[in-house]
Structures are given as structure tokens and as C-alpha cells.
């Protein structure tokens, strides 16, 4: 349940109070019965009339007092729509709040905020953690914000037992020491309550095997190894980070054979080959620093896969097939530790593409000589974990949901991932409150929500979207995420199209942190040199927007400051880090992070027609059309397997984009129709989605964006894509049809999106 703000509301109208009674001079009828003295029929007579008299005034006197009240209220409607045309005062008076906004951030309050959010490591599931949700619902309650929680019961895992040794070629036993080093100039480092390095829900096991270096792990690395006529079934693998999801690396080693797998953070990926220093000294991972993460191929709670992990739930049974946990056990190590093992393997040379940054005298892919001794146990465990929100009731539309959203728990400190954007939702809250202060109220509700077990698989959000599903599908407006606010330089965004123009219009809104002379807008368009910025689209599943756009169908948001940073995961994001190379004075927090994120919010709770354009949406999905005709002609498909559907559909939703788009143009002016309209925006975004989802996952329903199994492709109609790269695939019978049946899902879709954004029965 939502929450009001404040129990005061935002006064609109005036109302003046109307009398209703005995007109001066008029006498009642009855006064007058003692004037002289009456039979008893006259009596009766005027007893009558007097009754009849009196019955009249009565109704006369309701009638009155009727009309003035209907008048009343026709004048208080009136007044109030008056009030909410965009060129009104009250829209004029948004239009200011919008503006105070702008200058509300505190660069001392969001590093405050930070050094607190950081003290302990706070992995979820433990107090240290749910410390920190005391933190941000104490915040809220602090900024007189309607504050709350919601607790879900989920499976995670930590480790128990972690022993990893190499037999060198020459017999002698190595210990790899699987720990990252301590240093004298960070007392952050030093603490004894990091959680040593592992794989989340990856399974015990204890395997003795060779060794194969497989470069990035990739589909298409392991097809390489079996063109040099490497076998890694049996194995022991070893993979750098950087190019893949670690749970893809790992299935994609299980699926090779491969009895384990280690995976470690090459000096060529994370620390420039070591070319500028390591930190303190610099921003780049030390050769001790190791990538934490999970492993889960699956979202949310393992073992309540599509339903909420209440108290009282159905659960799985952790080895059923259908929780998606990994198949074997893995292991990170860092670059240190990963040296021995790559200068101990014979075989072939690696390709030079295969080629890092380690000091080695050559990269080789195996097997053996060293031969690896790999001993893992986990502890699978339920846990409690609390996802914090606080709500700030919309005064005309409270039903409509504008929802921003950041994970509070972190592998280790967390001061980028993910407390970089705890922090600045709490600045976020912290300004808004100040508005609600001046007087304002959102025109719609504006839902702030602090995400738990987010590191595990996205497992807080997803549990909390799945038990709102219903109020969500229709209700939610938009949904903006921030995960790691700030790494560094350079401002990056995701968006579904409908809302490119609105990211665009705030950027150019906000300064650019660094550099005085530009806009946000204006160095992210440099920085991609074209004449439009670059946006990403929701391809994959790696944050909390997942369950927002890919299950739920709710139009989102995601941006961040730096690209991917080299002290991800590991012991070395801490506050110190944060404070000496990601942000050292937080103008990137403030400005960047927490004024973007917040004029966001304003726009889709404030403006009388929310902000969407399908047009754009209808020239991106014309370019997936061709990128998907393009593909076709490139596999030599059959002249039956057809476009044409995609076509058909899309030439309906682009006719349904123009005219809603110009009837939204011809509403500015007036106030009739602005909830079916904003209906119709709200809901388009639904119908993209299918009941039976994805083929492999189908708990992606999403056909137009959801996860790829391979990322090195085109990035949209996962369905549609993912078989034809079955169809090509070596030795994989050429099942067209299956294409065919995608392209018609796909364009189905479509038109019902068109029929959506139509508004009309067809």
C-alpha cells in the first residue's frame, strides 16, 4: 500500500460559504392560527393549507440549497481544471518547484551519506546489511517522508570452505593464497569482515583435473578450442572476465564438459597491462583484487521462480531443474593467483586475440602440464532480506505510480555498486521533501525504492514486482533506475524509445559536472560522435529495470556516470576509492546523478500528459526490422521465411504513433480526455509483451527486448534472433519454421500495441 506524504494536501480552491433560511420578514403560517377563533373545520382547513404552505417552502428551501451546491462545485471543477492547463498558474507553479529542485543538492550530504553507507561490508542477508536498510527507512522518516518495508524469505549462498592448489610441471605443489592484500594506506581494507571471494549458489565440489585457458569463455571461444583440437571435457577451465556474464561462462564451460571453472580479472581488461599503477596509487585494480559475483542464470528467488518469496509460499526444491542454479562449481581468483596456473599449461599457443596482460611468457590453452586441485563447499541457505521504500502521494492521480529505484547490498563496501546511488537517492528524498516543504505535491505518486539481494540476481525487486504484478501492469507510469551512480567520467543511459526524448530534454537541462560550459546533454553527444546521443536498449538482465520492463511491460530509465570501472566487486571499492578517483568533490553525485534522476521524476509525475513519444519507439523498431531482414539474406534463408508480418505490424503502430502523437499536441490546450489518453501512453508498453515468453526463459516476456544467448549480435527481438542462430549453428537442423513462428509473434505484438495506442475496439 501507498502512503501519504504528509496528512496536509495541496490547496487548489476557494470555496465560500452559502446561507440558506427564512427570508427577512417572511412569517411562518402557523403564527397566524389564533387570530380569531375558528370552527373546527376551518380549523382543519387552515391546519391543511398551512402544512401545504409549509411543505412548499421546505422543497423550495432544498432546491436552493441544492442548486448552490451543484453551482459550487461546478465552479470548484471548473477552477480546479482552469488551474491544471499547462499554461495555467499551477503549471507555471510546477514549472518553479522544478526549478528549486535544481538548486537543493548538497555535495556534503551525499558524501555523508556515502561514508555511512560504506563503514561495514554489507552482503544481503546479514545484520551488517539490514543495518543499512535501518539507515535509509531512518532517512526517509528524518526527511518526514511515508516510509516502510516489505521482508521476503530467499535462498542466497556464502562460502565455508575455499582451497585451491596447482602441481606445477616440475611436481611441486603451489597453495594459491585466494586473498586479497591488505594495504597499509586504506584502513577499509584491512577490516576482517569482507566476505572471502566466491561464486553466489555456486555448488560444493572437489575436483582434481587439467586445465584449459578458454579467453573470455564464450559460445564462440569454446568453438575455437575444438577447431585447435582442444578437449576441455573433463577440465578444469580457466576464463578472464570481461566480455561476458559470469553465469554465461560457466554454464558455457558446463555445457563443454568442463568440471569447474576459474575466472579471474586480466591486467590487459582491469588495470591498463599495468601501464599506470595500481591503486592507492591509482584508479586500477590491484593484481590481489578479485571480482566477486553470482552465478544465477535465472532472476529473483531461486526457489520461487514467477511468484513472490512471502512466508507462506510454495518453494522449489533447490535441485529441481527449474530453479536455474549453476551445474558447477566455480570459483574467482585474482590476477596474481592466475599467473602460476596460465605459466604451468603446454599445448597450442593461444590465438593473439587470446593474448592479456599477465606476465607470462606466452598465453597457451592447455591441457596440462599443471594440473589444478580445486576444493569449494557453499553454504545454501534461506535468508531474511527487506527491500525499504518511502511515498509521496499524488494529489490528483494517486493511482499512478512514478517509481525510482537503487539495491542497497553490496559484495563488499559497496561505495560504488551500489551505494554511489543509495546515496543519492537519499539526496534524491532529501530534496523532494524540501519541495513538499514549499508547498508542492506531485500531480501523480512518486514511489522512492531501495532494492535488497540485487548482487544475488536482482532478487529483492524481482520478489516485490512479482507480488504486485496486477497493481503494477496497471498502474506503473514509469520506472528509473540508478545501480552504480558514479564510477567516473562520462554520462551513460538506457531507455525503452517512448522516453529518449524526455532524457534528452533533462540533460540538456543539467550541467555537466566537468565542464563548466556544457551541458550533461552536450558532452554526451560528443562522446558518441554522432548527431544523436547513444541509448541503450534493455537486452540483458543485469539490474533492477529486469523485472520492470522484461516481465511487467513498464516503460524505464537506467543511467549511470563512468563506464565499467576496474575495482568492480572487489575489496578496493570502498570510500577512499570513491573519494581519491571516482568523485572526490561528488558534483557528479549531485548535479549528475541526483538532479537527472529527480527532474525525471518530476516530468512523469507533474506534466498533465505524460512525456512519451512512440514515434521514436516506431523508427527504432523499423531498424529492427531491417537489422532482422539483413540477418535473413546474411543466413541465406529461405525466400518463405518472411519479413512481411514485421512489415505489416509495423506500418499499424507507426499510423497509431502519429495520431496519438498529434492528438497529445492538440490536448495541451485543453483538459477533456488527459486520463484515456495517458491510459493509452501508459499501457502500450504491455502489450510488447507475450504470455508464453521467451522459448528458453519464458519468464521474460518482453519480445522486443529481453536476454540474448549470444550478445555479440544485434540487440533486439531476442526470439526471433536466438533462433536463427540456432538455425545456423554447425550441425543444428535448419528449423525455418521456428523463425517464421517468431517473426509472427513478434508481429503480433505489435499490433497490439497499435491497437492500444489507437484507444478504439477494432
Given at each position: 500500500m501507498l502512503h501519504a506524504n504528509k496528512s496536509a494536501s495541496l490547496h487548489l480552491l476557494t470555496g465560500t460559504a452559502l446561507s440558506h433560511g427564512v427570508a427577512p420578514g417572511e412569517r411562518l403560517s402557523s403564527l397566524e392560527t389564533d387570530i380569531e377563533e375558528r370552527t373546527p373545520l376551518q380549523s382543519a382547513v387552515i391546519h391543511l393549507k398551512n402544512r401545504h404552505n409549509l411543505l412548499i417552502k421546505t422543497c423550495n428551501a432544498a432546491f436552493i440549497l441544492l442548486a448552490s451546491l451543484l453551482i459550487g462545485l461546478s465552479i470548484a471543477f471548473l477552477t480546479r481544471f482552469i488551474l491544471l492547463w499547462p499554461g495555467s498558474e499551477l503549471q507555471h507553479k510546477f514549472d518553479e518547484y522544478h526549478a528549486l529542485f535544481q538548486v537543493l543538492g548538497s555535495n556534503q550530504t551525499i558524501s555523508d551519506h556515502l561514508a555511512v553507507l560504506t563503514r561495514e561490508p554489507h552482503v544481503a542477508g546479514t545484520p551488517e546489511n539490514f543495518a543499512t536498510a535501518e539507515y535509509v527507512l531512518s532517512t526517509f522518516q528524518k526527511y518526514k517522508l511515508s516510509a516502510y518495508y516489505t521482508d521476503y524469505n530467499v535462498l542466497v549462498s556464502y562460502p565455508l570452505d575455499r582451497k585451491l592448489s596447482l602441481t606445477q610441471p616440475n611436481g611441486s605443489v603451489l597453495n594459491l593464497s585466494l586473498k586479497e592484500e591488505a594495504l597499509a594506506e586504506d584502513s577499509y581494507t584491512q577490516s576482517k569482515e569482507v566476505i572471502p571471494a566466491f561464486h553466489a549458489y555456486a555448488p560444493s565440489g572437489n575436483i582434481s583435473a587439467d586445465v584449459v585457458y578458454v579467453n573470455y569463455g564464450r559460445e564462440e571461444d569454446f568453438k575455437k578450442l575444438k577447431e585447435l583440437g582442444v578437449d576441455v571435457n573433463g577440465t578444469i577451465v580457466i576464463a578472464r572476465y570481461g566480455k561476458l556474464y559470469r553465469g554465461d561462462i560457466v554454464d558455457n564451460a558446463a555445457k563443454a564438459g568442463a568440471?569447474?571453472?576459474?575466472?579471474?580479472?586480466?591486467?590487459?581488461?582491469?588495470?591498463?597491462?599495468?601501464?599506470?599503477?595500481?591503486?592507492?596509487?591509482?584508479?586500477w585494480l590491484p593484481s590481489s583484487g578479485i571480482q566477486r559475483g553470482t552465478t544465477f542464470q535465472g532472476v529473483g528467488d531461486p526457489l520461487t521462480p514467477g511468484w513472490p518469496s512471502t512466508s507462506y509460499a510454495e518453494r522449489l526444491d533447490s535441485?529441481?531443474?527449474?530453479?536455474?542454479?549453476?551445474?558447477?562449481?566455480?570459483?574467482?581468483?585474482?590476477?596474481?593467483?592466475?599467473?602460476?596456473?596460465?605459466?604451468?599449461?603446454?599445448g597450442s599457443i593461444a590465438p593473439p586475440e587470446w593474448h592479456g596482460g599477465l606476465d607470462v611468457p606466452t598465453y597457451r590453452v592447455g591441457r596440462g602440464a599443471g594440473r589444478l586441485h580445486f576444493s569449494y563447499t557453499a553454504n545454501l541457505t534461506r535468508v531474511p532480506i527487506r527491500n525499504v521504500y518511502a511515498a509521496i502521494k499524488g494529489f490528483e492521480e494517486p493511482d499512478r505510480y512514478v517509481l525510482l529505484g537503487n539495491h542497497r547490498d553490496a559484495w563488499t563496501f559497496g561505495a560504488v555498486d551500489p551505494s554511489s546511488g543509495t546515496a543519492a537517492l537519499l539526496e534524491l528524498s532529501h530534496r523532494l521533501s524540501k519541495l513538499v516543504d514549499h508547498g508542492w505535491r506531485p500531480r501523480r505518486t512518486i514511489l522512492l525504492c531501495s532494492w535488497d539481494a540485487e548482487e544475488f540476481g536482482l532478487v529483492g525487486s524481482t520478489e516485490w514486482v512479482e507480488q504486485n504484478l496486477d497493481l503494477l501492469s496497471a498502474r506503473a507510469v514509469a520506472y528509473i533506475n540508478v545501480d552504480c551512480a558514479v564510477a567516473g567520467l562520462g554520462f551513460f543511459a538506457a531507455a525503452t524509445p517512448q522516453l529518449d526524448d524526455l532524457l534528452q530534454k533533462i540533460t540538456k537541462k543539467v550541467q555537466d559536472p566537468d565542464s563548466p560550459h556544457k551541458t550533461i546533454y552536450d558532452s554526451w553527444l560528443a562522446s558518441g560522435g554522432g548527431s544523436f546521443p547513444l541509448i541503450g536498449r534493455f537486452y540483458d538482465h543485469s539490474s533492477d529495470y529486469t523485472a520492470f520492463v522484461q516481465h511487467v511491460?513498464?516503460?524505464?530509465?537506467?543511467?549511470?556516470?563512468?563506464?565499467?570501472?576496474?575495482?568492480?566487486?572487489?575489496?578496493?571499492?570502498?570510500?577512499?576509492?570513491?573519494?581519491?578517483?571516482?568523485?572526490?568533490?561528488?558534483?557528479?553525485?549531485?548535479?549528475?546523478?541526483?538532479?537527472?534522476?529527480?527532474?525525471?521524476?518530476?516530468?512523469?509525475?507533474?506534466?498533465?500528459?505524460?512525456?512519451?513519444?512512440?514515434?521514436?519507439?516506431?523508427?527504432?523498431?523499423?531498424?529492427?526490422?531491417?537489422?532482422?531482414?539483413?540477418?535473413?539474406?546474411?543466413?541465406?534463408?529461405?525466400?518463405?521465411?518472411?519479413?512481411?508480418?514485421?512489415?505489416?505490424?509495423?506500418?499499424?503502430?507507426?499510423?497509431?504513433?502519429?495520431?496519438?502523437?498529434?492528438?497529445?499536441?492538440?490536448?495541451?490546450?485543453?483538459?477533456?480526455?488527459?486520463?484515456?489518453?495517458?491510459?493509452?501512453?501508459?499501457?502500450?508498453?504491455?502489450?510488447?509483451?507475450?504470455?508464453?515468453?521467451?522459448?528458453?526463459?519464458?519468464?521474460?516476456?518482453?519480445?522486443?527486448?529481453?536476454?540474448?544467448?549470444?550478445?555479440?549480435?544485434?540487440?533486439?527481438?531476442?526470439?526471433?534472433?536466438?533462433?536463427?542462430?540456432?538455425?545456423?549453428?554447425?550441425?543444428?537442423?535448419?528449423?525455418?519454421?521456428?523463425?517464421?513462428?517468431?517473426?509472427?509473434?513478434?508481429?503480433?505484438?505489435?499490433?497490439?500495441?497499435?491497437?492500444v495506442l489507437q484507444g478504439e475496439l477494432n
Open positions: 568440471l569447474a571453472a576459474i575466472l579471474y580479472s586480466d591486467p590487459q581488461d582491469y588495470a591498463e597491462n599495468g601501464t599506470h599503477g595500481y591503486y592507492p596509487q591509482s584508479k535441485t529441481s531443474s527449474e530453479a536455474h542454479l549453476p551445474k558447477i562449481p566455480s570459483l574467482p581468483i585474482s590476477s596474481s593467483d592466475a599467473r602460476p596456473i596460465l605459466v604451468a599449461l603446454n511491460g513498464v516503460p524505464a530509465i537506467d543511467f549511470y556516470f563512468g563506464a565499467d570501472y576496474p575495482v568492480y566487486h572487489s575489496l578496493y571499492d570502498n570510500y577512499n576509492w570513491m573519494k581519491k578517483f571516482g568523485d572526490p568533490c561528488f558534483q557528479r553525485h549531485v548535479a549528475g546523478t541526483s538532479t537527472v534522476w529527480g527532474l525525471l521524476a518530476l516530468e512523469l509525475a507533474d506534466n498533465l500528459l505524460l512525456p512519451f513519444s512512440y514515434v521514436t519507439y516506431s523508427t527504432e523498431l523499423q531498424a529492427y526490422v531491417k537489422t532482422v531482414e539483413e540477418q535473413l539474406l546474411a543466413a541465406k534463408a529461405p525466400h518463405d521465411v518472411t519479413v512481411a508480418p514485421l512489415n505489416f505490424a509495423l506500418s499499424k503502430f507507426q499510423s497509431a504513433a502519429v495520431k496519438i502523437s498529434q492528438e497529445a499536441e492538440d490536448l495541451k490546450h485543453l483538459v477533456s480526455n488527459k486520463r484515456t489518453i495517458n491510459d493509452q501512453l501508459l499501457l502500450a508498453e504491455r502489450a510488447f509483451l507475450d504470455v508464453d515468453g521467451l522459448r528458453r526463459k519464458p519468464w521474460f516476456k518482453h519480445l522486443v527486448y529481453g536476454p540474448l544467448r549470444n550478445h555479440s549480435g544485434p540487440l533486439s527481438f531476442p526470439g526471433i534472433l536466438d533462433a536463427l542462430a540456432d538455425a545456423v549453428a554447425p550441425g543444428s537442423p535448419q528449423n525455418w519454421a521456428v523463425i517464421q513462428h517468431e517473426i509472427w509473434r513478434v508481429s503480433r505484438v505489435i499490433i497490439r500495441a497499435a491497437l
